[in-house]
């Protein structure tokens, strides 16, 4: 696949942004090439367009199979797999969220937890850290709780209370 200018840009870009999202550069560029590409792509074709090797591919579009975000797509007469991305967006949103969410958020909610009883029993040693634990661990409940809320939406209505901004401001009296 020969990618024009702009879909080298955007793959390029991409790249860039998830590699400071803590998410390897080629696993996002892959990302990008399918999200861009007019049909689904094999490993080859993937590894040929990035000019990178075909076991970072394998690996990369594993990964990315693991946060629901690209499929196997079966093709009639080919025996390869061909992979493609999600293409509606908001379901690509919330599926990189619920993924970081299981991956970092509930970890963190775990750790936090354990860490405030363990202060908590520690006594009067721990007092400062225990409090300062407790503060993190109900902001971070908090968010979870927040985003359990709002991921429940139906996704009009998420969409709506997305775009309304600064109107939520005014809404809450704020």
């Known amino acids: 696949m020969t990618l ?10 991409w790249g860039e942004m998830g590699s400071r ?21 094999n490993a080859d ?9 075909r076991s970072n591919v394998s690996t990369s579009l594993r990964e990315l199979q693991g946060w629901g975000i690209v499929q196997v797509v079966p093709m009639l007469g080919e025996r390869k797999d061909h992979f493609t991305t ?19 958020i509930d970890p963190t909610l775990t750790v ?13 040693s721990e ?7 407790s503060d993190l661990l109900e902001l971070v409940e908090a968010m979870s709780g927040w ?18 901004g600064s109107k939520l401001r005014k809404l809450l009296g704020g």
């Open 112 to 124: 936090l937890r354990e860490c405030v009883m363990e202060a908590k029993d520690a006594g009067p």
């Open 86 to 104: 999600q293409a509606d967006v908001w379901e690509m949103l919330l599926a990189v969220l619920d993924e970081r969410k299981k991956r970092e």
């Open 147 to 164: 985003y359990g809320q709002v991921r429940s939406l139906p996704r009009p209505m998420l969409v709506r209370f997305m775009k309304m």
């Open 4 to 13: 024009t200018d702009i879909q080298q840009k955007f793959v390029l870009h």
């Open 127 to 133: 007092k400062h850290t225990h409090d300062r634990l």
């Open 21 to 41: 999202w803590g998410i390897n550069r080629t696993v996002a560029q892959i990302h990008a090439l399918l999200f861009v590409s007019d049909r689904p792509l």
């Open 45 to 53: 074709d993937i590894a040929a367009t990035l000019s990178v090797a």
